[in-house]
């Protein structure tokens, strides 16, 4: 009895053993079904766009510096603050510049009397080669006496041409100095904000040193970088949308202002430049943003999922789904967008029904079942 009992319990494990093993099978071996989920073929335009990533740049980086080299006496303003076209920003020393307008205004009122003198001087010669001349006519007086009056007259027009440009010279530094008294007050050429400050109060500093970068952030743009394969629609004036890296919810309207003409060879990426809305925000330079850049809708094709689009036999295709059967229909690709949607060109029509999903690769014997979702996966 304890004998046939044992021979009960083995018999029960080997046929748990086998239905376990038949179970397999057909869930997963060569006999099992095959889960799909499909669709229809559609005949439809599809939106297009290009994606691409880059960073905030700026067209004009305004730099402020002296015009001459001296001592910073004060800063007005400091990175961050927004400044209005010719707003003082900075204060140079003056050191002895007061006292050179002083001198030099002086040197004005000497030039000036030599000018004076040097006309009175040429009047009396001129005079008096006149009455010479005169009297050089009625033969009253030698040729040696004529011609010596002649070069008196030559000599003081001379010295009033040197006294007259003497002057002239006194006062172009005159206001060569008045200019920089003018300069020592650094004023901003543009409205902006201030991203750079480069020196401090107190500092030397020389005609060629920046104190202050200024960008007006109706500059901005996104100095952006796209795949080389995918630009061939890429131009001018296209409409863009802009994510921020900080505002990842936010997207910003923009527009394609410039296509480089130079390409970047060791990446294979196309450059352009994207302008977009800077009212509501003005991002640091340098954040990174990426980039979609709407292309024009294609004419009506025969559209189909992205995840439709297989490799069998080193071909392109879909499996085109006829009752319990399946066939790979070879297509070439046409267009696509960033949605998952690509237009195709084949042996295919509108209407037809196409594996989109499978749990498992397909071949033109399996046996399919289709689904509306793959068992333990989610679309």
Sequence with gaps: MKKLFLNFKLFIAIFSIIIIFLYVVIKSGP????????????????????????SVATKHFYKIGPTFSGKIMDLYKDVGDFVTTN????????????????AQKAAILEAAALLE???KEANFANEQFERYEKLFKANAVSDEEFSYKKNDLVLSLASLKSAQEYLNRNKSELDV????????????????YIVSRKAEIGENVTSSDIIFEIIDPNDLWIDARFDQATTKELVRDLKAEVLLRSKKNSPITGQVYRVEPLADLITEELLAKITFDTTATV?????????KVFLPKTKEE????????????????LWRVDGDEIEFIEVKILDSNLDGMVQVFGEIKQGDEIVVYSKKEITPQSKIKIVKELSGFKK
């Design 302 to 317: 025969l559209t189909v999922p992205s995840a439709s689009i297989r490799k069998f036999n080193e071909k392109v295709g």
């Design 117 to 119: 003198k040097a006309k």
């Design 31 to 54: 006999f099992s079904l095959s889960e799909i989920t499909t669709t229809r073929v559609e005949l439809k335009s599809i939106d297009r766009e290009l994606f691409g990533i880059g």
């Design 87 to 102: 707003e003082s920003i900075a204060k140079m020393d003056p050191i002895d510049l007061n006292e050179k307008i002083i």
């Design 177 to 192: 100095l008045s200019v920089q008294k003018k300069y020592l007050e650094l004023k901003a050429p543009a409205s902006g």
């Design 283 to 291: 991002p640091p330079i340098g954040e990174i943003a990426e980039v």
